[in-house]
């Protein structure tokens, strides 16, 4: 079992940034590939940002490339998603999960955390 719990999701204005985590505990929580996901009032969730087990390979959606990014500090047990120029669009409650791979793909994750409200204003 790998218990994921999110951190630093809050009210912020356009333009401004926000960096959540995710500390995982439980087993050998740095051995996974994790994932961001995120979900607006009335919408699916959808793929954010994810990041094999190594660090080394980091994959974004179209509306976070080059705004957004992805670490992970595995002598902490800890993913990162830095996030700046954030917009409206960006509002959701945004959610960690671990898995066996690095994918868009939720299906491919089996945990996942309680999720952070992320709220832009204009």
């Known amino acids: 079992q790998v218990q994921l719990v999110e951190s630093g999701g809050g009210l912020v204005q356009a333009g401004g940034s926000l960096r959540l985590s995710c500390a995982a505990s439980?087993?050998?929580?740095?051995?996974?590939?994790m994932g961001w996901f995120r979900q607006a009032p009335g919408k699916e969730r959808e793929f954010v940002a994810a990041?094999?087990?190594?660090?080394?390979?980091?994959y974004y959606a179209e509306s976070a490339k080059g705004r957004f990014t992805i670490s992970r500090d595995n002598a902490k047990n800890t993913v990162y998603l830095q996030m700046n120029n954030l917009k409206p669009e960006d509002t959701a409650v945004y959610y960690c999960?671990?898995?066996?791979?690095?994918?868009?793909?939720?299906?491919?994750?089996?945990?996942w955390g309680q999720g952070t409200q992320v709220t832009v204003s204009s």
């Open positions: 999960a671990a898995g066996s791979r690095a994918t868009t793909s939720e299906r491919v994750y089996g945990y």
């Open positions: 439980g087993r050998t929580g740095s051995s996974y590939s």
């Open positions: 990041i094999t087990s190594s660090g080394s390979g980091k």
